[in-house]
């Protein structure tokens, strides 16, 4: 990664930013520590489980981790869990239906079925569906298809989950940071940067300077809120999924449909400022005639697997970095043996350090990946061949 | 007897092929900047997003491993 780029700024500002960034490194590294004090809870109970099933749990639980959920699970099982329960909306047959998330979540097996506005739901694994007729076989108002995934009708959630949450954080929180810095670029006109500013200047220029000027030319002005919001959500995002408890730890970027989002305003942009070379390279490709059969569909889906690419390679980074980390904690409970703790934590804690870097380099990629497909789009010439 | 799912096998292979193309990318963008040490941060940003591109084939190979885990 180049950093130089960031750090051949003042020096003042240099040693700021990176002491921020290594209080980072070392808080989410002893954050991390702390994780194993809440998994033992959840596999202890299943120790007199058979093997297998006790393997089957551990990756029920990272997945369960990384997963969205109606409530924020601070630590805890059943009945001592501690957990903030959050509000949840769904669009049933009687129209919109509220509650909090504590107020069904007593069982969660399907087995019992509760009212809301005369609408019977069920709450399935965390999930609210409506009621089968007849209970199955392990006594749950759902209809399990060939892979355990129940098939019931569902009511459309549109509910405040724990991801929509820490979106609504991290977005006050980026109007915060930046409306103050915007206010201060206002009033301190001509003058150096101060405080928060001078944090922040280094980090907007990078974009600016290596990721928006070398793709879209001079054209770049009109594209810059675009990748700066991009770019800064993105690596917020990143860092504030690393942290193991409350304001963050939700792995929001992670998230498929977060990230399908992120893709799709990029992939409107694109359509939306493609000029006439560009789509003149999509619908008259420079090959002789006969070849248009073959690269005018072709060129259409390369229109459409650059966003999906995009949504793909954030989503999976982060998630295979969240598992990665979760893995290597549960190998302790895995292997039944503290002592493997030894070896485990420290590999935890590097790996923690080294996704710090890719919550950076997975902002910046996506960024400049954007640049790229508006600058395919923008170009005043089609590239010779 | 050891068991598990054929997708695990398919993931590992992804990742042999992305090895070998960001071992090339980044074989590659040293001796560039070795050579030319004044271009070292343009190569570098180039080298980041052709790594970008190779990875995410082995990230499709880890989503189809999720996806055939289940």
């Not at chain 1, 980026?174 to 405080?195: C, D, E, M, T, W």
């Not at chain 1, 770049?220 to 963050?248: D, E, H, K, Q």
């Not at chain 1, 980390?325 to 043996?337: A, E, G, P, R, V």
């Not at chain 1, 350090?353 to 790229?372: D, H, R, Y």
Request: hydrophobic share 50%.
């Amino acid at each position: 990664m180049d950093l130089r780029p960031i750090f051949s700024f003042k020096k003042i500002q240099s040693i700021a930013f990176s002491a921020v960034f290594i209080s980072m490194m070392v808080f989410s590294a002893t954050a991390q520590v702390h994780e194993p004090v809440e998994e033992p809870s959840v596999t202890s109970s299943e120790m007199n489980a058979p093997h297998e099933e006790k393997e089957e749990d551990i990756s029920q639980t990272i997945l369960h981790h990384i997963a969205d959920s109606h409530e924020w699970h601070f630590w805890g099982h059943g009945e001592h869990k501690v957990a903030l329960p959050l509000p949840v909306l769904l669009w049933t047959n009687n129209g919109l239906v509220s509650f909090m998330s504590n107020k069904h979540d007593g069982n969660d097996h399907g087995t019992e079925l509760f009212e809301e506005k005369g609408q019977q739901l069920v709450n399935f694994h965390g999930k609210y569906y409506y009621p089968a007729q007849a209970k199955n076989h392990h006594g749950a108002y759902v209809e399990l298809d060939e892979n355990s995934v129940p098939t019931n009708a569902k009511p459309l959630d549109i509910s405040i989950t724990k991801n929509v949450v820490s979106l609504f954080i991290s977005v006050i929180l980026l109007i915060l940071i930046f409306g103050s810095v915007a206010k201060a670029y206002a009033k301190r006109q001509g003058k150096a940067p101060k405080g928060l500013q001078s944090l922040l200047e280094p980090i907007i220029l990078f974009v600016r300077d290596d990721i928006a000027k070398p793709q879209l030319g001079h054209r770049y002005a009109a594209f810059m809120p675009y990748l700066l919001t991009v770019f800064f959500f993105v690596w917020l995002n990143n860092l504030m999924g690393l942290i193991p408890f409350f304001p963050g730890g939700a792995n929001l970027t992670g998230n498929i449909s977060v990230t399908m989002m992120l893709a799709l305003c990029t992939f409107i942009l694109t359509t939306i400022n493609g000029n006439k070379n560009y789509w003149g390279h999509v619908f008259t490709p420079h090959v002789p005639w006969w070849l248009y059969p073959l690269m005018i569909p072709v060129e259409i889906i390369g229109l459409f697997t650059k966003p999906i690419a995009l949504m793909i390679r954030l989503f999976a980074n982060i998630t295979a970095g969240h598992i990665l980390i979760l893995s290597l904690i549960s190998l302790i409970f895995i292997l039944k043996s503290v002592l493997v703790a030894g070896i485990a934590i420290p590999f935890v804690i590097f790996i923690s350090v080294i996704e710090l870097v890719v919550g950076f380099i997975q902002a910046f990629i996506f960024t400049i990946l954007s640049a790229l497909f508006i600058g395919m789009a923008v170009e005043e010439h089609a590239a010779e061949h | 007897m050891i068991t598990g799912s054929i997708a695990g096998i398919g993931a590992g292979l992804a990742a042999i092929g992305a090895g070998i193309g960001i071992g090339q990318i980044g074989g590659k963008a040293m001796e560039g900047m070795a050579r030319q040490p004044e271009a070292a941060g343009r190569i570098q940003t180039a080298m980041l997003i052709a790594a970008a591109f190779v990875e995410a084939v082995a990230l499709f190979g880890v989503v189809v491993a999720f996806l055939g885990t289940k």
